[in-house]
């Protein structure tokens, strides 16, 4: 099995940045393609940004396109997303996902929560 387990979460200022970490354990010698998704209250589950196991291909949200970047480190089964300029409207709880292609997740991390203060 595969384990996927977030961190980096927690309050931040209007404006400012927040680095979340994804690491992966279990069975991670399967070349996965990993994605930050998230969810605010009362909204659906959106991608944030996604990334191909080689770091090739990359898509991001129009939403956050600039101010985010993801990122990954094979070596050390880790995906990050880097974020910077937070708005409001960035508070959610944030879900890492691997699968075998692009688009098709179906392993999931627990989320971690982020909250940027207005």
């Not at 996604?50 to 291909?57: A, F, K, M, Q």
């Not at 959610?92 to 392993?107: E, F, P, Q």
Request: aromatic share 12%.
């Amino acid at each position: 099995q595969v384990q996927l387990v977030e961190s980096g979460g927690g309050l931040v200022q209007v404006g400012g940045s927040l680095r979340l970490s994804c690491a992966a354990s279990g069975r991670t010698f399967s070349r996965y393609a990993k994605g930050w998704f998230r969810q605010a209250p009362g909204k659906e589950r959106e991608l944030v940004a996604e990334i191909s196991w080689s770091g090739d291909r990359t898509n991001y949200a129009g939403s956050v396109k600039g101010r985010f970047t993801i990122s990954r480190d094979n070596a050390k089964n880790t995906v990050y997303l880097q974020m910077s300029s937070l708005k409001p409207e960035d508070t959610a709880v944030y879900y890492c996902a691997a699968g075998h292609d692009l688009g098709g997740y179906v392993y999931w991390g627990q989320g971690t929560q982020v909250t940027v203060s207005s």
